[in-house]
């Protein structure tokens, strides 16, 4: 069983920064797949960003490529989100996931933390 816990949303302007981070706890995820997924009110929940066990692949949603990173730190067990040119339209609930899967496409998520909200300002 994996306890994971997101931090560091919050209030921003337009064109501003945050950091994410999810800890997990329970046992290590250091073999995990581990992802980002948002949902805004009223919409359904989307993919954000995904990375591999070792962090050597990534993957992104198009409408956050080249402002997001998505990383890790195993020996924390901790992945994180960098925010980056923040708009309006990433105004949402954001939620880290722990799973399993051939690659960082095709995964099978099974541990959810309970969300951290983001609220960007114009």
């Known amino acids: 069983q994996v306890h994971l816990v997101e931090s560091g949303g919050g209030l921003v302007q337009a064109g501003g920064s945050l950091r994410l981070s999810c800890a997990a706890s329970g046992r290590t995820i250091s073999s995990d797949v581990m992802g980002w997924f948002r949902q805004a009110s009223g919409k359904e929940r989307e993919f954000v960003a995904a990375?591999?066990?070792?962090?050597?692949?990534?993957y992104y949603s198009d409408s956050v490529k080249g402002r997001f990173t998505i990383a890790r730190d195993n020996a924390k067990n901790t992945v994180y989100l960098q925010m980056n040119s923040l708009k309006p339209e990433d105004t949402a609930d954001y939620y880290c996931a722990a799973g399993f899967g051939a690659n960082v496409i095709s995964v099978e998520y099974r541990y959810w933390g309970q969300g951290t909200q983001v609220t960007v300002s114009s």
């Open positions: 990375i591999s066990w070792s962090g050597r692949s990534t």
